[in-house]
Every structure is written in structure tokens, then in C-alpha cells.
């Protein structure tokens, strides 16, 4: 059983990101694994992700989207164990993705500059284990990577939600999980209607 938990998706859902864990239930359910997709609402629940990551540190995939400024300051009181959590993922080697504001929730928030970027990249990356493209939609202020990986965490700024439109990273995103996906005629489907959007050209 492989349990995706999507935390406060009602407000880290600025465009789109906690749809990322929607994405993974989809293509769990094309492969016909069995799973489930938990949304994390309220301080207990996320102290029973954290101890459910604990637990089963390899068949839990953690989704933490991206937010408005006033969505996060709400979550100020959770902050901590937002910290927690992700610490533990790290340290227990517990994959998930981490969009944008939700960086700043798990302590990793990165230095800004003044003039905000807004548009879409095709990147070419060198991350070891990881495919060696991904495409998305920037629209930030940050100084940093727009892309990385810590442990088996994606970091992003990438909107859209990032797993839909880079179908590699959520396959590998759920090998770490410890779930082989198979091509199913639903994932081939999708596949072609994502050949259009990678027509972009490399930045």
C-alpha cells in the first residue's frame, strides 16, 4: 500500500501544485497499485503523516504545493512540524516534492531579488538518478536552483503542477516509493497530448 498524503491543499494550491498529488494517484491506479490519497487538514493529521512517514518511510509519497502569502502565514502555527516532517523525510529517505512558498514552510525558503521572472523553461539538468529534463512555468523572485532534489525530495519553482507536466519525475518520484510503473494505455494517451508542450524550445 502506498500512501500519498497532499497537506492543506485548499491552501497550498496557489496554481495549481497540490494537484501534483493527484497526478501520482492517477498513475497509480492506471498501473492498478493499490494506494491511497490522504489530505492532510488540521495539525493532528499532520503529526499522523509524520508518524505514518515514521513508520513506512519508503511507501509514503509527501505533496506540499504552493501557497499565497497570507495561505502561509495561516500555517504559521504548523510551521514547526512542517520542519519536522521534512527533516524526517530527509533524513529517512521518504520521497515527495516541494513547490515554491512551500520551501519556505519547511525551513528551506530561498533568498529573493527584486524583479520577479515569469515564464516557461525547458531545463537540461545533471541530477544524478533523476531524468535529465523537466519543463514548467516560473514566476518568482528567488535566487536559486528553480530545480534540485535532497534525498529523494523534489524542491521546486516550477508551477503547473510540475509531476503532470513531467510524467519522468513522478515515474521516478514512485520508483522510490518502491513502485515499478508499467506503460499503460492511459499513461500513453496522456503522453501524447504532452508531446505539444514539450514542443517549447530549450532555454
Known amino acids: ?14 496554481n495549481g ?3 501534483n498529488a493527484n497526478v501520482l494517484s492517477k498513475r497509480l491506479e492506471w498501473a492498478g497499485v493499490e494506494h491511497r490519497l490522504v ?18 518511510p ?18 504559521t502555527p504548523e510551521a514547526s512540524t512542517f520542519q519536522t516532517l521534512y527533516n524526517r523525510m530527509i533524513n529517512l529517505g521518504t520521497p515527495g516534492i516541494v ?16 524583479v520577479s521572472s515569469s515564464r ?29 532534489v535532497e534525498s529523494n525530495v523534489i524542491r521546486t519553482y516550477l508551477h503547473g503542477p510540475f509531476l503532470a507536466r513531467n510524467p519522468d519525475w513522478a515515474s521516478e518520484l514512485l520508483r522510490r516509493a518502491g513502485v515499478e ?19 517549447m524550445p530549450d532555454d
Not at 509524520?50 to 513506512?56: C, F, I, N, P, T
Not at 513547490?99 to 529573493?112: E, M, P, W
Not at 523572485?141 to 534540485?148: G, I, K, T, W
Not at 506503460?183 to 514539450?198: P, R, V
Open 1 to 14: 500500500m502506498i500512501t500519498i498524503f497532499r497537506l492543506f491543499p485548499a491552501k497550498l494550491n496557489l
Open 17 to 19: 501544485d497540490a494537484e
Open 39 to 56: 489530505s492532510v487538514t488540521s495539525q493532528r493529521e499532520l503529526e499522523a503523516c509524520l508518524d505514518e512517514v515514521e513508520k513506512e
Open 58 to 75: 519508503h511507501r509514503c509519497v509527501v505533496v506540499i504545493g504552493h501557497g499565497s502569502l497570507a495561505a502561509i502565514a495561516s500555517l
Open 99 to 114: 513547490v515554491s512558498s512551500g520551501l519556505g514552510l519547511v525551513g528551506r525558503a530561498a533568498k529573493t531579488f527584486g
Open 120 to 148: 516557461a523553461y525547458n531545463l537540461k539538468l545533471a541530477i544524478p538518478g533523476w531524468p535529465h529534463s523537466a519543463i514548467g512555468y516560473f514566476n518568482s523572485q528567488v535566487v536559486d536552483s528553480m530545480l534540485s
Open 181 to 199: 510503473l508499467g506503460e499503460s494505455s492511459q499513461e500513453q494517451a496522456a503522453n501524447a497530448h504532452l508531446e505539444k508542450i514539450w514542443e
